[in-house]
T-cell receptor, first 112, second 114 residues
Framework: NAGVMQNPRHLVRRRGQEARLRCSPMKGHSHVYWYRQLPEEGLKFMVYLQKENIIDESGMPKERFSAEFPKEGPSILRIQQVVRGDSAAYFC??????????FGPGTRLTVL | QQQVKQSPQSLIVQKGGISIINCAYENTAFDYFPWYQQFPGKGPALLIAIRPDVSEKKEGRFTISFNKSAKQFSLHIMDSQPGDSATYFCAAREGSSNTGKLIFGQGTTLQVKP
């Protein structure tokens, strides 16, 4: 019974490159949330998706960031033209409808 | 801005002692208050959660106390153990919205000394 899976676990990018973070929700979960955690800080909500739909992207930066949750396959958080300030841990969580959120192990992005 | 304020930022407790972490919120529309435990390099794990219709919830050594009128809630870890050393986050969710997003506190780093 696999939990929430995220890959890669660690990602290093140079400024200006693209970062793609993947999240596979727990079996039976159709709700996916992305959060960002800066060093020594709490988690900040970015976006909430259901299959093929973005429900709430109020925490997503307006530029360079996008997310999708296709009918088939994992949810993807995409960061274009990364900058040093994007360095953080990005966590995905999944849930059933408005039930407990279960978090993945995170992707630690380092921008050089 | 919806906020959840958490204190203290760090906490050192002797083995066997009681660890207490406090959170306060402003938004009365919050209807679900979970606590998460996070070990270094890992994702947050749900520890215990409470809804505002109860004042206390206990699971093993972990207890949430909830004061609706004061808009405060706290986590008590009884008989704290070195294995409890981790970062703890309180969170809140707005029940009336279409989203289940969680608003997190800033975190408390707990160290339990042997």
């Amino acid at each position: 019974n696999a939990g929430v899976m995220q890959n890669p676990r660690h990602l290093v990018r140079r400024r200006g490159q693209e970062a793609r973070l993947r999240c596979s929700p727990m079996k039976g979960h159709s709700h996916v949330y992305w959060y960002r955690q800066l060093p020594e800080e709490g988690l900040k909500f970015m976006v909430y998706l259901q299959k093929e739909n973005i429900i709430d992207e109020s925490g997503m930066p307006k530029e360079r960031f996008s997310a999708e949750f296709p009918k088939e396959g994992p949810s993807i958080l995409r960061i274009q033209q990364v900058v040093r300030g994007d360095s953080a841990a990005y966590f995905c969580a999944s849930s059933g409808r408005h039930s407990e959120q279960f978090f993945g192990p995170g992707t630690r992005l380092t921008v050089l | 801005q919806q906020q959840v304020k958490q204190s203290p930022q760090s906490l050192i407790v002797q083995k066997g002692g009681i660890s207490i972490i406090n959170c306060a919120y402003e938004n009365t529309a919050f209807d679900y208050f979970p606590w998460y435990q996070q070990f270094p390099g890992k994702g947050p794990a749900l520890l215990i959660a409470i809804r505002p219709d109860v004042s206390e919830k206990k699971e093993g050594r972990f207890t949430i106390s909830f004061n609706k009128s004061a808009k405060q809630f706290s986590l008590h870890i009884m008989d704290s153990q070195p294995g409890d050393s981790a970062t703890y986050f309180c969170a809140a969710r707005e029940g009336s919205s279409n989203t289940g997003k969680l608003i997190f506190g800033q975190g408390t780093t707990l160290q339990v000394k042997p």
